[in-house]
């Protein structure tokens, strides 16, 4: 069973910089490629980026040019590298992997808190 942990997340002033990582565990025989989702209470979850297999990235307007996605395939490991952090970044992060074939896999979540 693959498994997805996030790390990373805390407390940070606005301007300030965080990085996350996502571990992925188990028997991965298909991967597509791996995204960060975010979701503020009262939002809908939503887009932050994605990395495919093949090494295209993708971002939601919001972010584009303050986070970096990036993966280390030998270590199963995703990171996503958040600069000139905003209040208005404030959510729980998710990892998510895609698969061929099998359904999609979700890690806890970590938080991300913007406030000076």
């Known amino acids: 069973q693959v498994q997805l942990v996030e790390s990373g997340g805390g407390l940070v002033q606005p301007g300030g910089s965080l990085r996350l990582s996502c571990v992925a565990s188990?028997?991965?025989?298909?991967?597509?490629?791996m995204a960060w989702y975010r979701q503020a209470p009262g939002n809908q979850r939503e887009l932050v980026a994605s990395i495919s297999v093949g090494g295209p990235t993708d971002y939601g307007d919001s972010v584009k040019g303050r986070f970096t996605i990036s993966r280390d395939g030998a270590k199963n490991t995703v990171y996503l590298q958040m600069n000139s952090l905003k209040p208005e970044d404030t959510a729980v992060y998710y990892c998510?992997?895609?698969?061929?074939?099998?359904?999609?896999?979700w890690g806890q979540g970590t938080q991300v808190t913007v406030s000076s």
């Open positions: 998510n992997l895609k698969q061929l074939m099998e359904p999609n896999v």
């Open positions: 188990g028997n991965i025989d298909h991967p597509l490629a």
